[in-house]
């Protein structure tokens, strides 16, 4: 079964300290890994695409990472409008998404 | 670019009445859309899939007579909620695809309660 797992649940920082997120995956087959942001009361905002083990891809204070079973958010040097969750999202080619449950960013000032 | 457009944002109504809501790919043509219903503090569920022009495939559980999906033209697709009840109350997000194996884009999602 298709599976994808994001830690952690939530994660608190300081303004200013880097970290990262993990996504886990067990899929029979990938094609592509997308990161959204989604803020409270809002659809899901479209961050990063990955397709290959290898690939990164950056903007602003995040960077994506992908191996062939987990992918990386890292967030460097956050600010507080980076508060947000973070979602994780595998297309296994049947035409749908397998979302994992999510990371709760909080950035303190 | 790639933006959705979801109408209404919020809808309160009576148990018994049928509420539609839109969805709108206003700078791209969406061949596949998606419509998701999320919990609170949970991630987003797959209701159903709908290709432009032909019936939707519904997930496993999900009651294809009580959420009528319409996927008319390449840029809209509607569902709705037929005789909603307390319990059909939720979040409904919609997405559209661009291509196969391309990111979804989302709507900001429809707040629906039912009294």
């Known amino acids: ?109 | 670019g790639a933006v959705v457009s979801q109408h209404p944002s919020w809808v309160i109504c009576k148990s018994g009445t049928s509420v539609k809501i839109e969805c709108r790919s206003l700078d791209f043509q969406a061949t596949t859309m998606f419509w998701y219903r999320q919990f609170p503090k949970q991630s987003l569920m797959l209701m159903a899939t709908s290709n432009e022009g032909s019936k939707a495939t519904y997930e496993q559980g999900v009651e294809k007579d009580k959420f009528l999906i319409n996927h008319a033209s390449l840029t809209l697709s509607t569902l709705t909620v037929t005789s909603a009840h307390p319990e059909d109350s939720s979040f409904y997000i919609c997405s559209g695809e661009q291509g196969r194996d391309q990111p979804q884009h989302f709507g900001d999602g429809t707040r629906l309660s039912i009294l």
């Open chain 1, 1 to 109: 079964e298709d599976q994808v797992t994001q830690s952690p649940e939530a994660l608190r920082l300081q303004e200013g300290e880097s970290s990262s997120l993990n996504c886990s995956y067990t899929v029979s087959g990938l094609r592509g890994l997308f990161w959204y942001r989604q803020d409270p009361g809002k659809g899901p905002e479209f961050l990063f695409t990955l397709y290959s083990a290898g690939e990164e891809k950056e903007k602003e204070r995040l960077k994506a990472t992908l191996t062939k079973k987990e992918s990386f958010l890292h967030i460097t040097a956050p600010k507080p409008e980076d508060s947000a969750t973070y979602l994780c999202a595998v297309n296994t080619g049947f035409q749908k998404l397998v979302f994992g449950t999510g990371t709760r960013l909080l950035v303190s000032p």
